[in-house]
């Protein structure tokens, strides 16, 4: 038998229950040939089997690098920037003007919050959305895709997931007991004279549709796609629509990054296409990364059983919080598609970030993809694979990995390997392309650029 220490804080200690407690575990311990923390593991497996092979996150690994040589942070997708004022004054009215909002509020959320929810998005996806059955409000869009995944995902349902994917979607199916099931979007034919966008990669259709079979429940839909910036086009998401009605499949579309779109691009919903079906996760992402409030939509019969996993295991999220949220969208539904809005200036000004950087990566001879959404950007480093082949690593680290762990040692610079948006089979064919994130204030890119001209100087000597 373990014993597991669960004590943690001078106020607990200060329980006479916990002191008993502690007591007699010394005086267990005072007979014991070893201490308790030498005792003898467990003969049984600890972790539950779905752990398995999931516990590895490329976040942890990168970011403490980033630290270590205190590199230019371009791999973690988060603005660097104040939030707009009217979001943090939302927040510090949440947090000084009702007493009332420090205590519990509707567990499935916010009354005011998911009313204006359904308003906004009932507008936008022109259809009507009830806020107490179409609505769940969540802690983060990671949050919501757990909720999804936990709740209509079953032991040996199939999940088909789109190359490259955020990197979450394959262990969230795997916990639920789901088998992932992989395809790719494919790159156009490589020209040395263009520039590539990430609307000129595709699913090839035929491919696509021998995925579906008896067993598979659901497909995740990202769009604007991260890490690629892809937005899928109407014709695309009719093509996926219509194979989720043919075999009777739901579709989660994970839409954060819907406001980020460019060069006059369109974000479509598939929640347009087919509501019955599809599952929609949403983030507050744009108004302050902080809250991070996330929600879920769509229509009560699949949402009543994301409401019983959130009622076993969150139940309720951070009051002051969605009051914050639900005043920055009561504002945005007062201001819907002005010029005034935020969703409307936002993708402006991230847009000239977007450009600004891929201007620099070019300078070095980065072939950058232009996203058309989200605030991130992929880029090609084959020209560097060629010069640099065997850059040290672990047995069988990805190119992409071992790159980026030499540019932030050598040149200051973080970025992320998209072959942990892949998956296992297919990491190779992803493996010499790198990622950038472009949500960053003016400091910040000023401090990239000046590692780039460095480096380009290193270059040309």
Known sequence: MSLVSLVSGKAMLKSPWVLMVLSQLRRSEMKLARPL???VKMSKQVQARRLEGIDKNPWVEFVKLANENEAVNLGQGFPDFAPPE????????????????????????????????????????????????DVLVTVGAYGALFYAFQALVDEGD????????????????KMA?????????????YDDGKVMSSGDWKLDPDELASKFSPRTKAIVINTPNNPLGKVFSKEELELIAN?????????????????????????????MQAWARPLQKEESNPFLTLVQVGWVLGPDHLMKHLRTVHQNSLYHCPTQAQEAVSSSFSRELRLFGEPDSYFVQLPKDVQKRR??????????????????????????????????????????????????KWMIKNKGLVAIPVSVFCSLEQKGHFEHYIRFCFMKNDSTLKAMD?????????LEA
């Not at 909002?101 to 998911?114: A, I």
């Not at 007991?177 to 034919?189: D, E, H, I, Q, Y």
């Not at 000046?450 to 100087?457: A, E, R």
């Open 37 to 39: 923390h030498q005792m």
């Open 243 to 271: 194979l989720c009605k043919k075999h009777d499949v739901l579709c989660f579309s994970d839409e954060v990054y819907q406001w980020l779109v460019y060069d006059e691009e369109k974000h479509i919903s598939i929640g």
């Open 355 to 404: 450009d600004h950087m891929l201007n620099s990566l070019q300078a070095i001879g980065m072939r950058p993809i232009v996203p058309q959404g989200t605030y991130f950007l992929m880029v090609d480093i084959s020209s560097f694979k060629k010069k640099m082949p065997n850059l040290p690593g672990s047995e069988g680290e990805a190119y992409d990995s071992r790159f980026i």
């Open 450 to 458: 000046d590692k780039l001209q460095q480096w380009k100087k290193e």
């Open 86 to 133: 009217f979001s943090t004054e939302a927040f510090t009215q949440a947090v000084t003007r009702d007493i009332m909002l420090n205590q519990y509020t509707r567990g499935f959320g916010h009354p005011p919050l998911v009313k204006v929810l359904a308003q906004f998005f009932g507008k936008l996806l022109k259809q009507d959305i009830d806020p107490l059955k």
């Open 158 to 173: 199939e999940v088909i997931l789109i190359e490259p994917y955020f990197d979450c979607y394959e262990p969230m199916t």
């Open 177 to 189: 007991g789901g088998r992932p099931v992989f395809v790719s979007l494919k790159p156009p034919p």
